[in-house]
């Protein structure tokens, strides 16, 4: 035996890193991602200064404002709101509770009936 034969193959070791490397790069570019904006404390007058809130609870169940909306008519209701508004601004407010899934499934409805910017209500739900 001599002492090329005891030399590590380090060949299998880099096949295992270009492979991770390359699982990683995919897993990166696959990301999704959602933009929110917190809602501004200072912001004040005009005719859109009255925020709209969605509140998503268990079930899921919706309401706007505080008032109830079904889930198959959560769509045409915000698209309505929002058609005469210039401020196309929805705070969304998630229970404790209720599932990531369904808060994510509301702002994407909500983007499909034309809000534009969306916002995550940071209080605390109301009783």
């Known amino acids: 035996m001599t002492d090329h034969d005891a030399s590590p193959n380090v060949t299998p070791f880099l096949d295992i890193l270009l492979v991770l490397l390359i ?3 995919v ?3 696959k990301r999704v991602t959602l933009d929110v904006q917190l809602p501004d404390p200072a912001a004040r007058g005009g005719p859109d ?7 998503v609870t268990p079930g899921p169940r919706y309401a706007i404002n505080r008032e109830p909306v079904p889930p198959a008519s959560l769509r045409a209701r915000l698209a309505a709101l929002y058609a005469p508004r210039r401020d196309k601004q929805l705070l969304v407010r998630g229970a404790r509770d209720v599932s990531y899934q369904d808060v994510m499934t509301a702002m994407d409805i909500a983007k499909g009936a034309g809000v534009r910017v969306l916002g995550v209500d940071p209080s605390p739900p109301r009783p």
Do not use: D, S, T
Not at 49 to 55: K, R, S, T
């Open 27 to 29: 897993a990166v570019q």
């Open 23 to 25: 699982i990683f790069m």
């Open 49 to 55: 200064a009255v925020p709209i809130v969605l509140e």
